[in-house]
T-cell receptor, first 112, second 115 residues
Framework: GNSVTQMEGPVTLSEEAFLTINCTYT??????LFWYVQYPGEGLQLLLK?????DKGSNKGFEATYRKETTSFHLEKGSVQVSDSAVYFC???????????FGAGTRLAVHP | DTAVSQTPKYLVTQMGNDKSIKCEQNLGHDTMYWYKQDSKKFLKIMFS???????INETVPNRFSPKSPDKAHLNLHINSLELGDSAVYFCASSHLSGASTDTQYFGPGTRLTVL
């Protein structure tokens, strides 16, 4: 079945450091890929998405490229801020009914 | 205006009780979902409705019963609550059913604690 694997956290960085959170997937067909972010005490917000191979999603300085050859969708940001501290979820949707399959989430803590 | 809202935000109850969580979306979307987030933050879909019709029903105990009175509302009723039901429940909505490219918009969550 479809699945998503994310790097385990927590990831702890200093402000202005470079961020990579790895995400790989297993899916039949041609999934769409998403990164959602959950700030403390809040619901999930879409961060970015890509719907076909080689697409790059980007938002708020975050980027991720849909790599079909490596079945990956790694999240990157060049310079993190304290306000980026949150839990990040990689997810895929494939086939009918738009059922999101989530990874386990990666907690990011950014220190001044 | 809140796009996807849930009530209550917190729910504390005793084992064996019956409780409901309500969800409303004002985005004009056709499809709504319920997800469960456990204590380790793992998220899993429970149900999905499209225009009041059930289209996804994952392996969920039949103590959980979703109800959609209209396409803007999807409520979750839970009978005979158990300790293991303690979790955060998220409602979500999306414009289209069956479109894997479509973004889902999430509510703020309802934290259920069963004592």
């Amino acid at each position: 079945g479809n699945s998503v694997t994310q790097m385990e956290g927590p990831v702890t960085l200093s402000e202005e450091a470079f961020l990579t959170i790895n995400c790989t997937y297993t899916a039949t067909g041609y999934p769409s890929l998403f990164w959602y972010v959950q700030y403390p005490g809040e619901g999930l917000q879409l961060l970015l998405k890509a719907t076909k191979a080689d697409d790059k999603g980007s938002n708020k300085g975050f980027e991720a490229t849909y790599r079909k050859e490596t079945t990956s969708f790694h999240l990157e940001k060049g310079s993190v801020q304290v306000s980026d501290s949150a839990v990040y979820f990689c997810a895929l949707s494939s086939g009918g009914y738009n059922k999101l399959i989530f990874g386990a989430g990666t907690r990011l803590a950014v220190h001044p | 205006d809140t796009a996807v809202s849930q009530t209550p935000k917190y729910l504390v109850t005793q084992m064996g009780n019956d409780k409901s969580i309500k969800c409303e979306q004002n985005l004009g979307h056709d499809t709504m979902y319920w997800y469960k987030q456990d204590s380790k933050k793992f998220l899993k879909i429970m149900f999905s409705y499209n225009n009041k019709e059930l289209i996804i029903n994952e392996t969920v105990p039949n103590r959980f019963s979703p109800k959609s009175p209209d396409k803007a509302h999807l409520n979750l009723h839970i009978n005979s609550l158990e300790l293991g039901d303690s979790a955060v429940y998220f409602c979500a909505s999306s414009h289209l059913s069956g479109a894997s490219t479509d973004t889902q918009y999430f509510g703020p969550g309802t934290r259920l604690t069963v004592l």
